[in-house]
């Protein structure tokens, strides 16, 4: 981080401010701090400098869940603190300058603030003693921004001739006509006499940065660049910095070239309250089964499980009881499942050293496990401290499964999913066959062709074809469209983007398999709306949508996901005789007729063939997993992966 060597000025000061960057868990103990303007010679910047008290985030969730599974040990640490950045475990200043400071967002009523640089670094400011909006007024006299037209909470930072080019003709009043009849004109002069009238509007533009504000990009291209948005916004009737696209109360176009349908607009989907005891013992007869097992799903999508019933049934949601087996049934099945778990475990724990020697896929899976285990939630109470049982439980569970389904063995990301499982059931047989359970759902994802990874990325890209049209084709033009900087969300199924209260309440949700098939597809499109205006209107190229996405762990609001997530579902729905087959395939609709909405559908066929065919006989996936190739997105899979999940 650059540390300047003069004094700064204090331009103004706001008390009682937490920050955090990238990567800091949000239940941890932050320090409290100010959050500054200061001027320097080279400049003005945002500063948070930390003060010697602390205490624990106000998200610290209080919920009673947080006696079975608590997120991460309480330790000092802020968003500065990071690697060689952190000395002796204490916080640094943190600096923003101006010129790196590409938009900001106030969130939770104004308690909360996100800065959003250049490069895509993320910071997220906790107000304490005052709200965002006093900083944002304080920012005004220093800095220019405006308004998103399609977030109400969106700023951009305009750059010093951002004033200039970000504006139309209509905005700049360079022609004493009405714009609109001046623009007509204009198009019709350009393509009768291109020449003449290009000079003419150069001219008038060249006046304006002569005597009017400095511009650093060059004039050539400045002047292409304004009279490229002039003539696509004016034309339109836009705002250069809107996006098209649905404020939430019109109907959204699906595709500006071929409007076959619309999306009516998005339903308001309320959570509703867990699964209680009353309602779980209500639905079991006489005998111990479950009579109804589609209400008791509904309850769950809609609200989840209460913890003390999440023991008993997440062994029917992970197939480890039939939803129709009788009390008596479900403990002979048990004493079956322990008996079968301990041969298998029995069956590597009693293998000799000559023959792992001889055993190299053995070997190398159990040294890939070793290390895992060992970084696997370490900050969790429940697997902290040294020589931790648990742990042992961990690795001996993943051991047991690479004998139970060895062409598949174990893949890195593995261990991310039992690790929540292990911590609820509290017992090593339990967890074991829930967890393969779970796999049976996701086994897909790690396979050493990656096939079934791709398919799923390029149905996401589908969906968002649909759903969100303009971000699709955006991320399509700034090498996003293979959708991998959403390769972590999947391969984990969203483990590292929410704390470890919120996650079992989303897998449990995911469990139900309602309202649709790859219900987890429509949670990414819900996420990516909500980032559509961050991610288009800061320009944001694959490093900076790879960074921010990347920055959202830890800062999705669950229930507001899962809700928008329905509702895009219902807008689907509204419309499923004109849905294309290749979306309705994806949830879980017959196929009825061909669009040519969309061919992505064709392109996922021949991704999964081409994966498929160039498939190794080994079954191994190292730490390297970057490495893994996928036609002529090798790079950018790679670079994603990296930065992503690793």
């Not at 200061?38 to 400098?49: D, L, P, Q, R």
């Not at 790196?100 to 304490?128: C, E, P, W």
């Not at 533009?205 to 002047?223: N, S, T």
């Amino acid at each position: 981080m650059f540390e300047p060597t003069e004094v700064g000025k204090d331009l103004c000061i706001h008390t009682g401010v937490v920050l955090r960057g990238a990567n800091i868990r949000e239940d941890e103990v932050h320090s409290l701090g100010t959050l500054n303007i200061v001027e320097y010679s080279f400049g003005k910047c945002i500063e948070w400098k930390p003060i010697e008290v602390s205490f624990v985030s106000e998200h610290q969730d209080q919920d009673p869940e947080w006696s079975v599974v608590e997120s991460h040990t309480r330790r000092t640490r802020t968003s500065s603190c990071e690697g060689s950045d952190c000395l002796g475990g204490r916080p640094k200043t943190v600096r923003i300058p101006f010129s790196d400071l590409k938009s900001f967002r106030i969130n939770h009523g104004g308690q909360q603030l996100i800065f959003m640089q250049r490069d895509g670094t993320t910071y997220v400011a906790f107000f304490q003693l005052s709200n965002a909006e006093s900083f944002v007024n304080s920012l005004r006299g220093f800095v220019k921004f405006v308004k998103s037209k399609t977030d109400k909470n969106l700023y951009l930072v305009l750059d010093e001739y951002t004033t200039v080019l970000n504006k139309s003709f209509a905005e700049l009043d360079l022609f004493p006509e009405n714009t609109s009849d001046y623009v007509w004109k204009f198009v019709k002069n350009l393509h009768n006499r291109p020449y003449e009238t290009t000079l003419e509007a150069f001219s008038k533009l060249a006046d304006i940065w002569i005597y009017k504000e400095p511009v650093k990009q060059p004039v050539e291209e400045a002047v292409a660049d304004l009279l490229n948005r002039s003539l696509t916004t004016e034309l339109r009737g836009e705002h250069p910095l809107s996006s098209a696209g649905s404020n939430g109360e019109e109907y959204e176009v699906i595709s500006e070239l071929d409007q076959k349908f619309i999306l009516p607009p998005r339903p308001t989907c309320p959570r509703g309250a867990p699964l209680s005891q009353e309602q779980w013992d209500r639905c079991k007869d006489a005998e111990g089964k479950v009579t109804n097992p589609i209400t008791i799903k509904e309850i769950i999508f809609r609200g989840g499980i209460i913890p003390s019933l999440r023991y008993e049934v997440w062994k029917f949601l992970l197939n480890y009881y039939p939803w129709n087996s009788t009390l008596a049934e479900r403990s002979e099945l048990r004493n079956a499942k322990t008996d079968e778990y301990y041969r298998m475990k029995l069956q590597w724990k009693s293998m000799s050293v000559d023959q792992e020697n001889r055993f190299s896929d053995y070997r190398d899976r159990k040294s890939l496990i070793e290390k895992d285990v060992n970084r696997t939630d370490r900050t969790h109470p429940y697997y902290s401290g040294d020589n931790n049982a648990h742990l042992g439980q961990l690795y001996d569970i993943l051991m047991t499964y690479v004998m139970y389904n060895f062409d598949l063995g174990y893949v890195q990301g593995m261990s991310d999913l039992l690790s929540p499982i292990l911590c609820l059931m509290d017992n090593e047989v339990d967890a074991f066959w829930s967890f393969v359970g779970f796999m049976e759902k996701v086994s897909s994802n790690f396979e050493i062709d990656q096939a079934g990874m791709k398919a799923q990325l390029c149905q996401l890209h589908t969906l968002l074809n649909v759903t969100e049209p303009q971000l699709a084709q955006y991320l399509g033009k700034h090498e996003s469209g293979n959708m991998f900087f959403c390769f972590r969300w999947l391969l984990v199924l969203f483990k590292r983007e929410f704390n470890a209260i919120d996650i079992i309440k989303l897998w449990e949700v995911l469990w139900t398999d309602l309202p649709c098939k790859n219900f987890h597809l429509l949670m990414c499109a819900a996420i990516l709306d909500t980032e559509k205006s961050a991610l288009m209107e800061n320009r944001y190229g694959f490093t900076e949508i790879l960074k921010h996405i990347n920055d959202l762990s830890l800062h999705i609001e669950l229930p507001w996901a899962l809700s928008k997530a329905e509702g895009i579902y219902h807008q689907l729905m509204a419309v499923e005789a004109n849905l294309p087959d290749n979306v309705r395939t994806i949830i879980g609709l017959t196929p009825i007729h061909t669009s040519p909405l969309s061919n992505y559908s064709e392109e996922e066929e021949e991704g999964q063939n081409e994966a498929r065919s160039s498939r190794n006989d080994s079954r191994r996936l190292s730490d390297d997993s970057g490495n893994i190739k996928l036609g002529n997105d090798e790079v950018s899979f790679e670079r994603s992966l990296n930065v992503s999940y690793l």
